[in-house]
């Protein structure tokens, strides 16, 4: 289970359920036992961020969308993207903001948070009630506040500290492979999930050590 795949994925969340976890929105998320809030961070593909969406859907799973307004992979205005992000939002997924700054983050960034969640807005035709952080680690201090500039921090401390935090950030498990941690087996404690599209999309077998031939492939491609 430690393996990246497609399987993998699906294993993964249908576990959740067998725990009897319920997956939540951040609007509703409490501290209380069996609650998951399963968040994807789109830092490279949309392509694969549609796969996992269509995963999630059959699975009857809502889960988080972040995508990124523009950077060096895609630009969220192609048409094709477009695309990809009204049918993500069809099959009732919520879609966020990714918010990439290249300094620390403070609130002389408020116009170019604002600009980018009024185009991310303007492409949804609704509002966008929710943000994450692009590379949180280069910040000297994450911004944890649960509310920035009106909206839901995915950093926020209710989502972040209060409760557990797992991640695959750089296709690695930053905290422990969630169905070997104990606090959830036994516990049935509340989290936020992180697991990002690029690692999960593909059928084929990859280790926490070869996740890097993913991204070499893809950066060959491309989109």
């Given at each position: ?184 087996i036994k516990k049935k404690k509340s989290l936020q999930l992180l697991m990002h599209p ?26």
């Open positions: 289970m430690n393996n990246f795949n497609q399987e993998n994925y699906i294993k993964i969340l249908k576990k959740f359920k067998k725990l009897k976890y319920d997956f939540v929105d951040y609007s509703n998320f409490k501290k209380k036992r069996n609650q998951i809030i399963l968040r994807h961070d789109i830092d490279y593909s949309p392509s694969a961020a549609l796969k996992i969406a269509k995963i999630d859907y059959k699975l009857k799973i809502k889960s988080y969308f972040f995508f990124l307004i523009k950077n060096k992979y895609y630009n969220i205005r192609e048409e094709k993207n477009l695309k990809t992000l009204s049918e993500i939002k069809k099959l009732g997924h919520e879609i966020g903001l990714h918010f990439n700054n290249s300094s620390n983050f403070d609130y002389k960034n408020k116009k170019k948070f604002h600009k980018e969640i009024k185009i991310l807005e303007k492409i949804l035709g609704k509002k966008v009630n929710v943000f994450s952080f692009h590379k949180p680690g280069k910040y000297i201090k994450i911004p944890t506040k649960n509310t920035i500039f009106y909206k839901t921090n995915a950093y926020g401390k209710k989502y972040f500290k209060d409760c557990l935090y797992i991640s695959d950030s750089t296709g690695r498990w930053r905290y422990g492979h969630p169905l070997e941690n104990m606090k959830i690029i690692w999960w999309h593909t059928h084929r077998i990859y280790r926490e050590d070869q996740t890097y031939k993913i991204l070499l492939n893809f950066k060959k491609n491309y989109e």
